[in-house]
């Protein structure tokens, strides 16, 4: 799983977008080990699924999509 998670870093690290998008947050460019971490600690074994995301913030989805 960590290969899975290694190769989908990489491979989201090359996408490139225009105007007017000027900032992109990667939280798996920065947080990889915490997310690894994470993984290894609670999601070993089977599992029907495995969710990842992020805390949509204090506004909620009307700002995040």
């Known amino acids: 799983m960590e290969k899975i998670f290694r190769r989908l870093n990489e491979q989201l ?7 007017p998008v000027t900032h ?3 939280p798996l460019e920065y ?11 609670y ?3 089977r599992r ?3 969710l ?3 805390n949509p913030g ?6 995040t999509g």
């Not at 947080?31 to 600690?41: F, N, V």
């Not at 204090?58 to 700002?63: C, D, E, L, N, V």
Request: charge should be positive; charged fraction near 15%.
């Open 43 to 45: 999601g070993q074994g």
């Open 31 to 41: 947080a990889l080990e915490p997310c690894l971490d994470y993984y290894r600690r």
């Open 48 to 50: 029907p699924v495995l």
């Open 13 to 19: 690290g090359k996408l490139s977008f225009g105007p």
């Open 58 to 63: 204090p506004w909620g989805m009307a700002q």
């Open 24 to 26: 992109v947050y990667t």
């Open 52 to 54: 990842l995301g992020m």
